[in-house]
């Protein structure tokens, strides 16, 4: 505290600079609480997308054998198939964070071969393939938006931390030894009166004497 200067205007100043520091911490807590629930709620998401996609996984490759038993390897009907490059993304802001959204052209889910020459099975295989690439593209978004908002996170726990540990005890410990340094001063300047006008009474004694 040897730097601060014990005057009101510093007594002034350090008592706004908390009350700026409590604010800041009070809407960085609740934006952590906030950016931590929306974290868990697409944690949940998460979850629920990779087991839908391993059902997906399960049930397409079920029906890939049937199709591989019933029409031999296929393999040459698989390459009928375009790759898809529809994926467009787009951003929300969850509490100032980006958020992806990634969309997909689902407008064309019909089989790409010829039905003649393939069976249910083939069919029912590529829908579940289809079905789970879309739930791909979605759990892509999900996660995406989980590690983002959890590095938001991590930051502004760091910035209320500094703000709860560092900068609000420095202030509330300014404010305070700047009010005592202004106490002292005013029991010395009371005192100092006090000697003054007893010396002046005294004088005034002996004058009247």
């Not at 949940?44 to 490759?61: P, Q």
Request: positive net charge; proline residues 2%; contains cysteine.
């Amino acid at each position: 505290m040897a730097d601060i200067f014990p005057t009101k205007s510093n007594l002034m100043a350090a008592q706004k600079s908390l009350a700026l520091a409590l604010l800041g911490y009070e809407l960085m807590d609740r934006k952590k609480n906030i950016l931590v629930r929306e974290m868990m709620q697409l944690v949940e998401d998460a979850k629920t997308v990779r087991k839908e996609i391993n059902e997906c996984y399960a049930e397409a490759y079920h029906y890939l054998r049937l199709a591989n038993t019933t029409l031999g390897i296929c393999g040459n009907f698989a390459r009928t198939v375009p790759v898809d490059e529809s994926l467009d993304i787009d951003f929300k802001s969850v509490m100032g964070v980006e958020i992806p959204i990634i969309k997909s052209d689902e407008s064309t889910v019909a089989p790409y071969f010829g039905l003649t020459s393939t069976n249910g099975y083939l069919d029912k295989a590529y829908l579940c393939f289809n079905e789970a690439k879309r739930k791909t593209v979605h759990l892509a978004e999900v996660e995406s938006g989980v590690y983002r908002l959890a590095d938001a996170v991590k930051k502004t726990r760091k910035r209320a931390n500094a703000l709860n540990n560092i900068m609000i005890p420095r202030f509330r410990n300014t404010i305070k030894f700047i009010s005592e340094s202004l106490d002292e001063k005013e029991r010395e300047d009371f005192t100092r009166l006090k000697v003054i006008k007893a010396r002046k009474e005294k004088e005034k004694e002996k004058e009247n004497q």
